[in-house]
């Protein structure tokens, strides 16, 4: 049945996405300051700045006193002290920037083809933050699903895994983790490696070549729905060679027919890849046995999936 209370307009992701672009929110992360000194820092007209701060103090994002205006500590909070519980970072920067590829879905559904988008640093940033609150629920159930039945000495190669968020709770369980991302999130994430963790970066495009083995384990978190059959098949072939003889790989997605984020998960791959999308449990078998795997036994946590096959 249609959810009423979800056909809203997203007033609040627009204005905090607005009071972080304009630069507003950096502009505050020092400390309270003048309205009118915030307007010529940020090069804001001052009636439009007044009228974004009075709407966010609304919202709780802000406090003004006598022209001064403060990040509200609720705020500071989410946005900057990663040792709070109320800790967020931007990663709500990354819906916020998703608006605008989702805007041209009637486009994409004329012509197939998703809108350009240019991968910033900025953004690639929000993406991490994102990524980390996404994992967050999730991340130990998964790991311990990956790792069932296996004990350390273990390494592991994880793919895409750039964010960390199951890199880390992998070497915390005495894993030797091998990840291989895109040679720019690694550039940005190799100085948040927890020191004393056994994880080692490689800045590079998997669909070129991967990481040297041999693994016992190799872990594919949230990439499938990035790639098409073709490149799916291929990872799979690619990662049964660097594999020890038996070894593990473990997937984690959303599985179309299974999870029921998955139709919603369809149509944003479709905006936001050449290729992507969710695949059903059959065509993730078919792939997986075409590169040498047994068939995936499938279990949920939450909305997503962990497939976990072996090397025949
Ligand atoms: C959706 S995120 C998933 C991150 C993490 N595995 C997780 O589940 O939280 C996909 C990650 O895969 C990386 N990635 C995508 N395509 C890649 C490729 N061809 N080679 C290396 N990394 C890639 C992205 O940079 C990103 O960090």
């Known amino acids: 049945m249609p959810n009423r209370d979800q056909l809203v307009f997203p007033d609040e992701l627009l204005l905090a996405g607005a009071a972080v672009r304009c630069g507003l929110i950096e502009a505050l992360r020092a400390g309270p300051r003048p309205v009118a000194e915030v307007a010529q820092v940020i090069e ?28 509200a500590p609720e705020a500071r909070r989410m946005l900057f002290e990663p040792e709070s519980e109320d800790y967020t970072g931007f990663a709500f920067m ?22 350009r988008k240019e991968r910033s640093p900025e953004k690639i940033r929000y993406f991490m933050d994102a990524m980390r609150e996404h994992a967050r629920p999730v991340a130990d ?3 311990d699903l990956c790792l069932e039945g296996l004990s ?26 091998t990840v ?14 927890p020191p004393g963790l056994e994880i080692k970066l490689v800045g590079r495009d998997f669909r070129e070549e991967l990481a040297p083995g041999p693994f016992e384990v190799a872990f594919l978190g949230n ?5 098409g059959p073709d490149e799916n ?13 038996g070894g593990r790989i473990a997937i984690l997605d959303y599985v179309r027919g299974v999870s029921t ?30 590169a040498g795997f047994g068939p995936p036994r499938i279990r949920s946590i939450e909305e997503r999936q962990v497939l976990v096959a072996h090397l025949r």
């Not at 916020?96 to 809108?115: D, M």
């Not at 098949?233 to 003889?245: C, I, M, N, W």
């Open 44 to 71: 804001a007209d001052h009636r439009a700045l007044e009228r974004l701060i009075e709407a966010l103090v609304q919202l709780g994002y802000l406090e003004l006193e006598n022209s001064v205006v403060a990040l």
């Open 223 to 227: 990439i499938t729905h990035i790639y």
């Open 233 to 245: 098949r291929d990872l799979f072939s690619g990662v049964a060679e660097v594999l020890t003889p």
């Open 152 to 177: 350390p000495p273990l390494r592991l190669l994880d793919l895409g895994g750039g964010p960390l968020n199951y890199a880390v709770p992998f070497a915390r369980r005495g894993v030797a983790v």
């Open 94 to 115: 990354h819906a916020y920037s998703r608006l605008g590829s989702w805007l041209a879905l009637p486009e994409v559904i004329r012509t197939g083809k998703p809108p």
């Open 261 to 290: 984020r998955a139709a919603y998960m369809g149509v944003n791959m479709l905006v936001s890849s050449a290729s992507g999308g969710v695949w059903r449990a059959d065509e993730y078998t078919a792939w997986l046995e075409a």
């Open 180 to 193: 291989q991302d895109m040679p720019e999130v690694v550039a940005l994430m190799a100085p948040l490696v």
């Open 141 to 143: 159930a998964v790991v």
